[in-house]
């Protein structure tokens, strides 16, 4: 195969050996090349249909990629750095194959047009993988909720002790999470599915050629509109970028949670060996490193994000080499949010609840304070007043190093005479879960009744 650079017409001297590999971004974008051979093969047959090529051309085009592909996929194909990307090396290795006919595919198009057609075609590809693997780590976080639905642990504001809360209901927080970032995928997939092809370098194209035949059959929803646009945006992949960090941010506030509860002073969760390494010195130590790797993780994806709204602001129109530094970022936002969601669904079905660690902390720290509160406002007390109380009471059992629910009715009734016997009732961790038992709250019967909406949400 030649190696010799198809706009070398122009110039008298060869690139410097250096600025060859420098400015080459086929060491990267070959993963584009199913994609690129994909857009050519349509660009082919919309050329063929609009007389442009001739039948016989159109099928050496067609058939001579779809062998190229084949070589590409089985390892066989050699690629050339100094053919700089994989859109000059596919067609170049199409030209020696067929003959002039491969130099006719690049009639009415252009590197810019073709490179956001790819990465389009390729990011849309993806966002439906990222869908899936969302939706099973949400199918996984449904599971628990129902296995634990009524395991009580106390909930935190402050990470200090707020209120007995059900775990089913802390995964559900997880789940509408992940729901909020499976709509920003798919929101994101909107805009990514537009067709770039056919605005060629900048202005269009002299050629009779017909956009919406290309569009129809890459499965884009329309040619973009303006071609000076559709060859220099990049926003999809800033909104992509933008829609994985948000979604790293939530994996990774999850993993600070699942370390922080198998942390030794915890105990409320067990993670399964198979997701956890040692010490190579402490031969005690048992550490959690995938939801650790995940939250370091996060880190990188955020900075492809500034990378990206970096490299676009200040960039006239139209395609500037700079958007060649789109891709790693891409690529590495995207590798590294599927193997988080992967890992993390293979993860969560394999954690074992403390039910006694749990059930013992939530009964420290005065988390049912609230629901005596509740208690004197339902006998007539106004909260602020029943509130005031409460925090007196709260001070007169750390003084003795004791529970409200240990109190006994008589001192109860020291800080508020209208107490009754059935206060200790609101004062059980099971009564104070039970009683918040509206939409959206931590009852075991709420957590269940969410759990049968969430399955429908997302079937
Ligand atoms: N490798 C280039 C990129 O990734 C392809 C487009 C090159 N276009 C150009 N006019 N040099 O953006």
């Given at each position: 195969m030649s190696d010799s650079k198809p706009w070398a017409g122009r110039f008298a001297e060869p690139t410097d050996a250096f600025v060859e590999a420098f400015t080459a971004s086929v060491e990267f974008d070959r993963r584009l090349a199913p994609y690129d051979i994909q857009g050519s093969i349509a660009h082919a047959t919309m050329l063929a249909r609009q007389g442009i090529l001739s039948a016989a051309e159109r099928d050496a085009i067609v058939n001579g990629l779809q062998r190229i592909g084949e070589r590409i996929e089985a390892g066989e194909f050699r690629w050339s750095v100094a053919l700089e990307d994989v859109h000059m090396n596919i067609e170049a290795a199409l030209t020696d194959a067929i003959g002039s006919a491969g130099k006719k595919l690049h009639t009415g198009r252009s590197r810019n047009d073709q490179v956001a057609t790819d990465v389009r075609l390729w990011l849309r590809a993806e966002l439906a993988e990222i869908g899936h693997a969302l939706r099973r780590l949400q199918h996984a976080l449904l599971e628990l909720a129902e296995r634990e639905a009524e395991t009580i642990l106390p909930g935190f504001t402050h990470l200090q002790t707020a209120q007995p809360i059900t775990f089913g209901h802390h995964m559900l927080a997880w789940f509408e999470m992940l729901e909020r970032d499976h709509e920003r995928m798919a929101d994101c997939a909107k805009r990514?599915?537009?067709m770039p092809l056919g605005a060629a370098a900048l202005a269009g194209t002299t050629y009779p050629i017909d956009r919406a035949f290309t569009a129809r059959e890459l499965g884009f929803d329309r040619p973009a509109d303006n071609s000076l646009d559709a060859v220099s945006d990049r926003d999809f992949a800033i909104e992509f970028a933008a829609a994985a960090s948000i979604l790293m941010m939530h994996l990774s506030r999850m993993s600070e949670?699942?370390?922080?509860?198998?942390?030794?002073?915890?105990?409320?969760?067990?993670?399964?060996?198979?997701?956890?390494?040692?010490?190579?010195?402490?031969?005690q130590k048992k550490n959690p490193d995938v939801p650790e790797l995940i939250r370091g993780k996060s880190g990188r994806v955020f900075g492809h994000l500034m990378a990206l709204l970096t490299l676009m602001k200040s960039q006239p129109l139209a395609y500037n080499k700079d958007n060649q530094e789109d891709k790693e970022p891409l690529f590495d936002a995207v590798d590294n949010v599927k193997g988080s969601l992967k890992v993390f669904a293979d993860m969560i079905p394999a954690i074992s609840c403390n039910h006694a660690a749990m059930r013992t902390a939530a009964l420290q720290g005065f988390a049912t304070a609230t629901d005596l509160a509740d208690y004197l406002v339902r006998k007539g007390t106004p909260f602020r007043d029943a509130h005031e109380v409460v925090g007196k009471a709260v001070a007169?059992?750390?003084?003795?190093?004791?529970?409200?629910?240990?109190?006994?009715?008589?001192?109860?009734?020291?800080?508020?005479?209208?107490?009754?016997?059935?206060?200790?009732?609101?004062?059980?961790?099971?009564?104070?879960?039970?009683?918040?038992d509206h939409h959206g709250g931590t009852a075991p019967a709420q957590v269940r009744a969410a759990i049968a909406r969430a399955r429908e949400r997302i079937a």
């Open positions: 990514v599915n537009v949670e699942l370390i922080i509860w198998s942390s030794a002073q915890f105990a409320f969760v067990t993670l399964s060996d198979s997701f956890c390494t040692g010490s190579s010195i402490m031969p007169y059992c750390v003084d003795r190093g004791c529970d409200l629910a240990e109190l006994t009715l008589d001192e109860l009734r020291g800080f508020a005479t209208h107490i009754d016997a059935d206060v200790f009732d609101v004062l059980t961790l099971e009564g104070s879960v039970a009683a918040r």
